[in-house]
């Protein structure tokens, strides 16, 4: 990526000298899409494989119309593709093939107003898209399968065809293969037709359109539950025969996702059912191919290895994807965001309904995290077609949350995306289509979010402090971050401030100049005191210093001071506390972030200094993120108190605390050994396989009784337990 360097510091230097108001980007190859010059309305392709050699032999034909005034050729993208012949409009055609794919030469030549078509036979023995997995194992280990994968533009490996997200069509498959075996791809399955020579032929048609890297097939051995969403939708749910035990624990709560995004999002599931198949040797997580998702095997899991690591959150995220991504599709590779972001945050939106606040609050809070070690690597925006999987998935989703925090809360934002999704329903999308669709809604002008959270990138830094005055606390914050015309807002004169809320400070009013690379954000304040009061207020921080004010007129002593409540602004912050603002704020605060972030802020403290407040708040505390982080700075603690903190949480109910033990002690104290050996029959899979590492180090004479209590222990799909006998016998 080149990224202006030079020019940019010509510019700059210019803009000082002159004081002109300038604003600066990162060039993306990929912004633009890609010229073509026929639109592609279907494509209806035909299939057979000789799967022991990875052969397709395949006929598609494709049906499009012209976009230019004249099309006297038109390419394919088919690369290795074995082109046979070609026919256009039912007439031989020229082609010439290239090592990127095919140039078909239309005589004469296409003109406006028409509907033409194309034949094409073929043969491929594709190395990406399609993937012919076990048909040569000697040893019969592997079951026998085949599956695609087309994103990003793998699809053309397999099948002659326009291969980008930027044009959209129906789609039908049709498939011969052996009668043992079931196919899948996207859309309406026909009744499959028997042959006389032992095979089947499968089709499916898709009634509205979609891109082209969501064309998918997958076939292999497999049995299917069949069942429906409450609202109706058809689900089919595939799996391997002999793994029926594993099917409630893997599917749970699909459902419930469905009939959940549907309420969320306000808008029907777009498409005629919904599938999901699993595959082995996938080389992702999984995929959101239109109708028919296809995930790795090692999803599948059973009742027991649930408890290390389930399907739900994945299950989520491609299921929102059939309205992100499948419904509306980015427009090019810069706006991929716009997929990945929303199947992420729609995920912690149905697992914070699931499984709670603190959750959703940790997965915004792993988001921060994740954005702030990303930004020392590279200083690409969320709007970027390099700026990397951190960015468009755990970034994007976090700025989903600002959005919708800024634009009026829930019910704002709903209105706002369901109007995006209904607008451009079926169609491509880019960053600018959601801007608009808030304004067309909501009538915000949120130019000033999109020009700091997804056209540009950087994170705000903020050193807060403040004094106890005579009548009020003041407290100052000051943006620390480096300022730069690629980060934040460009530079300001004055302008308006508006939102939906009802609050004071979003009603309309003047903001004065800001320098380039100054974040603008409204953030809560909240003061508590020592009698159990507390006093709060909101300020849009947009300078580079903000002082804010809280009435105290009867000079109350103050117990605590957050910054930020329950993060809903991503960013960095300094701000120092004393150890007994930490303790309360850890012990008192409503949100589980701000328990944590207080707990973390005790980490550079010595431990007589911290030790007391901790175990009060272990004992007090219910979620693990919190419980581990205090194990982790007590692990190397031999007080009593620290290790009756060990004992309770070798017992704790949540496999996380109950690991967090093995992970972080490394000298195990003698009171609490008996209590380890019993870890050998836990739940966990993941917790039998640390604690055989643990027993190991801390008395391997024993290490022949603790292998007979876990023979037989096979552990989650990697088989992690079993790995780890075989390993220490």
Not at 358 to 366: A, K, L, N, T, W
Not at 525 to 531: G, R
Not at 602 to 608: Q, V, W
Not at 627 to 650: C, G, H, P, R, W
Request: aromatic share 12%; proline share 4%.
């Amino acid at each position: 990526m080149k990224n202006l360097a030079t020019a940019l510091l010509l510019i700059c230097a210019t803009a000082l000298t002159a004081q002109d108001k300038t604003r600066s980007y990162f060039v993306d190859p990929q912004w633009a899409p890609r010229e073509h010059n026929v639109d592609f309305q279907h494509m209806k392709l035909e299939l057979s494989f000789v799967p022991e050699q990875g052969l397709v032999k395949g006929k598609v034909t494709h049906t499009f119309a012209p976009l230019m005034p004249t099309v006297d050729s038109i390419f394919l993208d088919a690369p290795d593709i074995k082109i046979k012949d070609v026919m256009v409009n039912n007439k031989p055609a020229k082609f010439r093939i290239s090592t990127e794919g095919v140039t078909v030469f239309t005589s004469p030549a296409l003109i406006w107003g028409t509907k033409d078509s194309m034949v094409i036979n073929y043969e491929a023995t594709p190395k990406k898209g399609l993937y012919f997995v076990g048909w040569n194992d000697p040893k019969g280990m592997c079951r026998k399968q085949i599956w695609s994968q087309g994103q990003g533009i793998d699809n053309r490996h397999w099948i002659p065809m326009y291969d980008e997200m930027n044009d959209k069509m129906t789609t039908e498959l049709i498939v011969t293969f052996n009668k043992d075996y079931k196919v899948l791809s996207n859309g309406t399955q026909f009744a499959p037709k028997e042959n006389k020579d032992g095979t089947k032929t499968w089709r499916y048609k898709m009634k509205n359109p979609h891109a082209p890297y969501l064309v998918m097939l997958g076939i292999g051995i497999y049995d299917i539950k069949q069942t429906k969403s409450k609202g109706g939708v058809p689900m089919n749910l595939y799996y391997y025969p002999d793994w029926l035990s594993r099917v409630d624990a893997t599917y749970k709560y699909s459902e419930e996702i469905m009939d959940f995004f549907e309420s969320e999002i306000g808008v029907k599931y777009g498409w005629e059912s919904y599938s999901q198949i699993p595959v082995q040797e996938f080389m992702y997580g999984a995929m959101e191919n239109t109708t028919a998702t296809v995930f790795g095997d090692f999803l599948f899991v059973d009742d027991r290895s649930y408890n290390d690591r389930f399907y739900v959150g994945v299950n989520a995220h491609e299921l929102a994807h059939q309205w992100f991504g499948d419904l509306i599709t980015a427009r090019s590779d810069a706006h991929h965001w716009l997929q990945e972001s929303f199947a992420t945050y729609y995920d912690w939106l149905f697992e914070k309904k699931q499984f709670g606040d603190d959750v959703f609050d940790m997965f915004r809070r792993g988001a921060q995290n994740s954005a702030i070690e990303e930004l020392k690597k590279n200083k690409y925006p969320v709007a970027h077609s390099e700026s990397g999987s951190t960015r468009h998935y755990q970034q994007g989703a976090m700025v989903l949350n600002m959005l919708k925090y800024v634009s009026g809360g829930r019910d704002a934002y709903n209105k706002a995306i369901k109007y995006y999704l209904e607008k451009h329903k079926y169609q491509n999308v880019d960053s600018d289509n959601l801007l608009y669709a808030f304004h067309e809604t909501l009538g915000l002008s949120l130019n000033w979010f999109w020009e700091q959270w997804v056209y540009k990138n950087g994170l705000p830094k903020y050193k807060v402090n403040y004094t106890k005055q005579q009548g009020f606390t003041e407290i100052t914050v000051v943006q620390v971050q480096p300022l730069s015309n690629l980060t934040g807002n460009h530079e300001l004169g004055e302008s308006a401030v508006n939102s939906v809320s009802q609050d004071p400070f979003v009603q309309k009013k003047k903001s004065s100049y800001s320098a380039a690379g100054l974040f603008k954000m409204p953030i809560w304040f909240e003061v508590y005191y020592k009698d159990g009061t507390s006093e709060k207020k909101q300020q849009w921080i947009e300078k580079q210093t903000e002082t804010v004010k809280i009435p105290n007129p009867s000079g109350k002593e103050i117990d605590y001071i957050i910054f930020d409540p329950n993060n809903m602004v991503m960013k960095e912050v300094d701000f120092e506390k004393t150890i007994d603002m930490l303790q309360s704020q850890a012990l008192k605060a409503q949100y589980l972030l701000d328990r944590l972030d207080a707990v973390i802020a005790m980490r550079g403290m010595p431990l007589e200094k911290k030790r007391d407040a901790l175990v009060k708040v272990f004992n007090k505390e219910t979620y693990h993120a919190i419980k581990t982080e205090i194990i982790m700075q007590l692990a190397d603690d031999k007080n009593a108190a620290a290790v009756a903190v060990f004992k309770s949480a070798i017992k704790d109910k949540d496999a996380n605390v109950r690991k967090s033990v093995l992970q972080n002690i490394k000298n195990i104290p003698a009171e609490i050994f008996a209590e380890i050996e019993v870890l050998l029959k836990d739940a966990s899979y993941d917790v039998v396989a640390l604690t055989l590492d643990v027993l190991y180090m801390a008395n391997p004479a024993k290490m022949k009784d603790y292998l007979e209590t876990t023979k037989g222990v096979i552990g989650t799909s990697g088989r992690n337990v079993e790995v780890k006998w075989l390993e220490y016998s």
